[in-house]
Nanobody
Framework: QVQLVESGGGLVQPGGSLTLSCVVS????????MAWYRQAPGKQRELVAR??????????DYADSVKTRFTISKENAKNTVYLQMSSLKPEDTAVYYC????????????WGRGTQVTVSS
């Protein structure tokens, strides 16, 4: 059972920055897909950013709404995935969840419990 623990959420003013961390209970070097999702009140959970393991390089992709403002990265030595968020907007307010799909087949996937991000003045 893979465990994911998010941290780094909080209250930030519009235009501010936050970095979320997701510590994984096992080595992430061979996990096929790691991602961040978010869910705002009354809305469905949506993909924010994803990093997919390739043979030589990792592939990243983002939701259009965050593409120029958020950066996903991972540090294999620390079994940690990060989401750097800048130029935050009130509409970024949500619970942010870490996600892992070790095989890439979506047959066994794992979620963290989430961390709250609130963007408000």
């Amino acid at each position: 059972q893979v465990q994911l623990v998010e941290s780094g959420g909080g209250l930030v003013q519009p235009g501010g920055s936050l970095t979320l961390s997701c510590v994984v209970s096992e080595s992430i070097s061979d996990i096929y897909t790691m991602a961040w999702y978010r869910q705002a009140p009354g809305k469905q959970r949506e993909l924010v950013a994803r990093i997919t393991k390739g043979q030589l390089i990792n592939y990243v992709d983002y939701a259009d709404s965050v593409k120029t403002r958020f950066t996903i990265s991972k540090e294999n030595a620390k079994n940690t995935v990060y989401l750097q968020m800048s130029s935050l907007k009130p509409e970024d307010t949500a619970v942010y969840y870490c996600y892992a799909d070790p095989s890439g087949s979506s047959t066994s996937t794992y979620w963290g419990r989430g961390t709250q991000v609130t963007v408000s003045s």
